[in-house]
């Protein structure tokens, strides 16, 4: 059950090995967690993230392989890691995403709907079962990662962002329709990341490192805010951003 | 499927519950023969998630009420529903009073019992166990009649396991005898914590109430700086005019959620600097109400609002006279770290009873009022777990809201006592709350 402070005790991470999960469960296992099913799509990388869990303070680490280009496995997927947590789940992050380069991808049939599919249909599909299993148990929370990039897509990283932006939007519906159930999903919204998926993006401003990213996650688990934007002041640049014209956009944003 | 909100005093958190309110022990067992994740709720005065069982069953005590006749021996069997307010507004005019209460009269006998309460007086009349002649309560296994004489196993393990031991239906104990409503008080500003902790370890012994107030928030040579408050009833001859009326309702209220920033490091000092400044250097036989020396927190309704959306937690531990530098070692802790405490009490316990999950034991205690917020707080309140594990004390599950499970067990090496009288009567494990899952304490 987590405690006053928002910290949880049992946690299911989806996409357990990218940088900003693994430094999140890093920071939980040192509060409260002491159950972590982390899934993800290389067992050697998630031996390698249930190795650093348990060095941080988790009794209890399991991991469960998937593809997220198979969405008709997410159900199962998910199923399995409540199944190894044989607990209350108190939060379950989704932290799935692939971005790769754009251009290579954007007249691709094939790449491009590979971009969509891991982005948005898989954690659809995930979220779908996560809703159904804590509804039921009557509380817990989810996170998901989403992106700045997903508040205004642009030019160079539309296919990521576009499918953020379903993402995104799916999961303020999601929220709403949680209401008076006992379970919260809040949404993160990070903007540039030094992390292994961001490698080969241009520097922009309010770029942070992985850990200022999971301090801002902390304190929003923690006040409980329905969007999370880290570094917080995202939150007020893209008030502005969202409505400057299309022509200074792509200029500003696209150079 | 329609669940109701429900929060501990501190509003930390919000967790959904059927929420149902059994008229009598029938209705009571019939929960238990269709549902898991059951636990009692009185008034919701825990600061925590004792009363809380997301996804569970919240059964309300307050239909279990009723209040007996008073005997001639002060003896009087009450509904678990029943608070304490309204048993002193029966009490008092025939000249009774609780043997033990807390800060407010608005927590029920059912929910007194389960946290095993102590008052102003536990360094003389131990906590409410200590009273309670006999216990009827309905486990998953059926009803019981409990005392120190039938199955004193459960009888002690009741107090201060949380409701975790099965629906408490009626208290029967024995009340205090006073001849008026007043209380003789003695005052005392100090300037620091040493100068209060050596007035309370040898001035206590003398007075059948003691507490003092402590100033978290001043540093230097003032650090700890406390007014201490100690009297006993007063009887008719020490009274020119003496009655048995009963205490009022609160005339004062907060109407609504105060900024969450309102109790904050500068307004929390110049209040403390008021309150220190109000009181008088030294008064004797002072006469006062009893609302007003037992109930301060009564004369405003909602109080917890004033600390706003996000809410607050009461840190109350206690330890050992042996250990008394770990009330010096907390309370510089804190006033170092600039976490605001709007209020610090501190008072001395008597010796411990049997409960293997009682919380008062001999020696000193310390309860903090702390707004949640600074992200540094989870961090100095496990430091400050630590501090306590060492001097061989523990922290008040009625306050708590987020101590791990290994420090709590580290705090009740009676635990596994516990859970044993807790397997006999509940197999199935259908007694649970948000506090107990969060602290292991559900049995497996």
Redesign the interface.
Known sequence: ???????P?TLIVLGGTSDIARGLTKKLAA??T?TVVLAGRSQSLLDEASQEATTYGAATVDTVVFDANDVTDAGRVVSECFDKVDD?VDLVVVAIGLMGDQFEKEDDATLAGEVATVNFSWPVAALAETRRRLV????GRILVISSVAAVRVRRSLYLYGGAKAGLDRLCQGMADSLE???VRLQLVRPGVVRTRMAEGLPKVPFTTDVDEAV?NI??GL??GDPVIWSPPILRYVFMILRHVPRSLWRRVMDR | M??T?LSGW?R??????DVLSPNNESEIALTFATSRDVIARGLGRSY??AALS???VVLSNRELSGIGPIGADGVVTVGAGVSLDELLAQSIPRGWFVPVTTGTRQVTMGGAVAADVHGKNHHVDGSIARHVLSLRLVTPSGPVTVSPEIDAELFWATFGAMGLTGVLTSVTLRLTAIETNQVLVDTDRLANLDAVMSAMALGDRDYRYSVAWVDCMSRGKHMGRAILTRGAHATKDDLDASSLSSPKDAKLFVPFDAPSGLLNPLTVRAFNELWFRSAPRHEEREPQSLSTFFHPLDGVRDWNRLYGR??F?QYQFCVPDRSSETVVAAVDLLSSSKVASFLAVLKRFGPANEGPLSFPLEGWTLALDIP?GP?K??DILDRLDEFVIEAGGRVYLAKD?????EKFAAMYPRRSEFLAVKERIDPEHQMSS??A??LDLVGK
């Open positions: 059950m987590e405690n006053a402070f928002g910290q005790q509060a409260r002491h209350t039921a148990q009557g509380s008076g159930t006992g301090e902390l304190k923690a006040n | 329609t669940r909100a501190g930390t958190s919000t967790s959904y519950a925590g998630d997301s996804g569970g996000r809410g937690l949640v992200s707080l989870p809201s987020r101590l791990s499970p948000d506090l899952r969060r």
